[in-house]
């Protein structure tokens, strides 16, 4: 059963474009939502994170939007460049377990 | 700050036999916490352990184990290696316990079962 549904598995965007990426949850004890980039042969590292009580957060280029009705969220990074090519999932942690539940992952591919 | 480190990076074992990998977390991070990653099945959590006690355990078999030291280091243990045991096991560290605090990963273990 995959708890945190991530789309489009793969996309490519050329340089300067918007990337955006969507997960949608299911169990409504989620309250934290992280999303991270890895990069080939690297380990996954923390990129934003947001919490139900916000419907945005933004960090330089990179924005969460939080649909809590909808039980959607969403990564934007604004003008896309090739140094972002990388997989990004997103996940969600449940209050009191913490245990992390992650989407399956994007494919991030910018075009020069 | 060297960041976390895992050895070895890769593995390669045979079924039936078993495997022990290392993490040496952050210096002062007393929370580390494993994961498989498959291409199948993505990214799964093992299990974290903080101050040398498991906190919190996934959805693995009892073959998947771990252990922390005094002075955080951990270790994992898969016993009786199955082929589906083939995977890119990370391990990640945090200040504080709870999977809450934010969690820098290694680069991790890639472990292939014959």
């Known amino acids: 059963q995959q708890q945190v549904k991530q789309s489009p598995q793969s996309l490519i965007v050329q340089k300067g474009g918007i990337s955006i990426i969507n997960c949608a949850y299911e169990n409504t004890a989620f309250d934290y939502f992280p999303w991270y980039q890895q990069f080939p042969g690297k380990g996954p590292a923390l990129l934003i994170a947001?919490?139900?009580?916000?419907s945005e957060k933004k960090e330089g280029r990179f924005t969460i939007s939080f649909n809590k009705s909808a039980k959607q969220f969403s990564l934007h990074i604004m003008d896309s460049q090739p140094g972002d090519s990388a997989t990004y999932f997103c996940a969600a942690n449940a209050a009191g377990s913490y245990i992390p539940t992650f989407g399956r992952g994007t494919s991030l591919i910018v075009h020069p | 700050k060297a960041g976390v480190t895992q050895t070895p990076r890769y593995l390669i074992k045979t079924r039936g036999q078993q495997v022990t990998l290392s993490c040496s977390p952050i210096s002062g991070h007393r929370s580390v916490s494993w994961y498989q990653q498959t291409p199948g099945q993505g990214l799964q959590f093992l299990f974290e352990y903080f101050s040398e006690t498991q906190r919190n355990k996934g959805n693995f078999p009892g073959r998947f184990s771990g252990r922390q030291f005094s002075n955080s280091r951990s270790e994992m243990n898969v016993s009786t290696l199955e082929l589906g045991d083939s995977a890119l096991y990370l391990c990640?560290?945090?200040?504080?316990?709870?999977?809450?605090?934010?969690?820098?990963f290694g680069p991790g273990t890639r472990l292939t079962v014959l």
């Open positions: 947001i919490r139900p009580d916000v």
């Open positions: 990640a560290s945090s200040r504080l316990a709870g999977l809450r605090d934010t969690q820098y």
